[in-house]
Antibody, heavy 124, light 110 residues
Framework: QVQLQESGPRVVRPSETLSLTCSVSGGSFSSYYWSWIRQPPGKGLEWIANIYFSGSTNYNPSLKSRLTISLDTSRTQFSLKLRSVTAADTAVYYC??????????????????WGQGTLVTVSS | QSALTQPRSVSGSPGQSVTLSCIGSSSDVGYYNYVSWYQQHPGKAPKPIIYDVNKRPSGVPDRFSGSKSGNTASLTISGLQAEDEADYYCCSYVGSYTWVFGGGTKVTVL
């Protein structure tokens, strides 16, 4: 079955750029939206951004100015860059598979599976 | 894109039923039939238990059921079990391939 795994630095300095990669294995990359979701310690989930297998992107409006999401289909990976980070960006970052869209077929409008999550701490 | 509103906590005894609410707006919960619910145990990734308002992914017990009325979605856990103690998050599609989550509800089994 499909498995996702996040990777990247665990500590980022304030004002720098947070960079994470999600590696996808065991299934098709095509026709799905691939998302990043984060969870600050002790708080709720926040949808951050997604990318379709074709490369089209969508962002949370509150974070859009600082975000870039990209795709490497040859390596079945997608990545997140969040610029100018502050302590408020400290969170567990999850990658997840989402909505399936293929021509007229739309299905699986929920996030599954998820990666195990990676805690990124913004600290000097 | 405001977060959906969920009660901070709900509790019940084993065997009882509990219902969790998720209040949105006419732009999200009230407009789209794309509400999903996630169960999260401490230190674990969320797991989907309901999608498209009232559908269960394969393997999810039928003790979990979902519904929607107007701008409010609900998750009912029937026959509450000890392993149901967890945090539960609702999520709604809000158009243009974007989503919003609720703040989460902690379910305690007494």
């Amino acid at each position: 079955q499909v498995q996702l795994q996040e990777s990247g630095p665990r500590v980022v300095r304030p004002s720098e750029t947070l960079s994470l990669t999600c590696s996808v294995s065991g299934g098709s990359f095509s026709s799905y939206y691939w998302s990043w979701i984060r969870q600050p310690p002790g708080k709720g989930l926040e949808w951050i951004a997604n990318i379709y297998f074709s490369g089209s992107t969508n962002y949370n409006p509150s974070l859009k100015s600082r975000l870039t999401i990209s795709l490497d289909t040859s390596r079945t990976q997608f990545s997140l860059k969040l610029r100018s980070v502050t302590a408020a960006d400290t969170a567990v970052y999850y990658c997840a598979r989402g909505l399936y869209v293929d021509r007229a077929v739309i299905k699986d409008n929920y996030f599954d599976p998820w990666g195990q999550g990676t805690l990124v701490t913004v600290s000097s | 894109q405001s977060a959906l509103t969920q009660p901070r906590s709900v509790s019940g005894s084993p065997g009882q039923s509990v219902t969790l609410s998720c209040i949105g707006s006419s732009s999200d919960v009230g407009y789209y039939n794309y509400v999903s619910w996630y169960q999260q145990h401490p230190g674990k990734a969320p797991k989907p238990i309901i999608y498209d308002v009232n559908k269960r992914p394969s393997g999810v017990p039928d003790r979990f059921s979902g519904s929607k009325s107007g701008n409010t979605a609900s998750l009912t856990i029937s026959g509450l079990q000890a392993e149901d103690e967890a945090d539960y998050y609702c999520c709604s599609y809000v158009g243009s391939y974007t989503w919003v989550f609720g703040g989460g509800t902690k379910v305690t089994v007494l």
